[in-house]
């Protein structure tokens, strides 16, 4: 899929950052682990970005996910964008032992950590939740490790917005309408200014909801974010509508998430370049 995506002309591949899913039918089921897979799709793909979205800050100590960042970029020559955000599944948090109370404190810190070491920093810090003495990245990273924040909370976005290089918001939280996007992307620009940066230096990037075919056993269909559906004209014309609204990058959430699906999509890609 990594390799069909890069050669159909995507510009990044995504993966999130979960351990476990549980479901209302009491159903279970669990993605590989990411970072690791994303090491390998460095090693397989050539040209196109990748990225967890988002890596959990929770799931490691912060000193350590900031060297598997600098690692990741490395293998990939530069090509790696680290996705960051606190988790939300309590369950696949208390299933693995990880500590679920406190999550946005411990963001804090830990993102203090992070971007810290990755600036080539040595970082000392004495927290609640964690603490690193004189750490430092060694080898350092070649290049800027891209930070891309994935919250709409307002003590997350004053936390991260005054760093962050890119944010973004899945698509339930918006609807998945330009016009949903187009007043949630208004909120953050309010939130950018007080965090002292100017609009246009956070890139707005949104997930959008793309159902190819319902029948496939792909992603639930909801009533509060309906997804995109129709020919590949159709799909352009509302990719369009979101970049109008303020959206600078469209990560699509395909249904189903199969190889012939990112296949199926290059007409769309083809369009948007017409």
């Not at 690791?36 to 800050?57: F, Q, R």
């Not at 909801?209 to 309906?226: H, K, M, Q, S, Y």
């Not at 990560?251 to 189903?256: E, F, R, Y």
């Amino acid at each position: 899929m990594a390799r069909t995506a890069e050669l159909v002309g995507f510009d990044s591949i995504w993966l999130g950052d979960h351990l476990l899913y549980r479901f209302a039918d009491g159903s279970t089921r669990g993605p590989w682990e990411v970072w690791t897979t994303l090491a390998g799709l460095a090693e397989a793909t050539e040209s196109i970005a990748l990225g967890p979205l988002v890596a959990c800050a929770g799931f490691h100590p912060p000193g350590l996910l900031a060297k598997m960042a600098a690692s990741a970029s490395e293998i990939s020559g530069g090509r790696f964008v680290l996705g960051l955000g606190a988790g939300w599944s309590e369950g696949e948090f208390r299933a693995f032992g990880i500590p679920y109370d406190h999550r946005v404190s411990r963001f804090e810190e830990a993102f203090t950590i992070i971007r810290g070491l990755l600036a080539g920093e040595r970082v000392t810090l004495d927290g609640r939740f964690h603490q690193v003495e004189d750490a430092v990245l060694l080898p350092r990273p070649a290049g800027k490790v891209p930070l891309l924040i994935d919250s709409n909370g307002p003590r997350m976005l004053s936390i991260a917005l005054p760093h962050a290089d890119a944010w973004n918001t899945w698509f339930a939280d918006y609807g998945n309408t330009p016009e949903g996007f187009a007043a949630l992307n208004a909120r953050i620009s309010l939130a950018a200014e007080a965090a002292g940066r100017r609009a246009g230096e956070v890139e707005r990037s949104a997930c959008v909801f793309v159902a190819l075919d319902r029948n496939a056993g792909g992603r639930p269909i909801t009533a509060e974010a309906p997804p995109v559906e129709g020919d590949p004209t159709h799909i352009a014309s509302h990719l369009r509508e979101l970049h109008a609204a303020g959206a600078d990058e469209a990560i699509l959430v395909v249904s189903p998430i199969e190889e012939r699906s990112v296949r199926a999509l290059a007409p769309v890609l083809h369009a948007l370049d017409a």
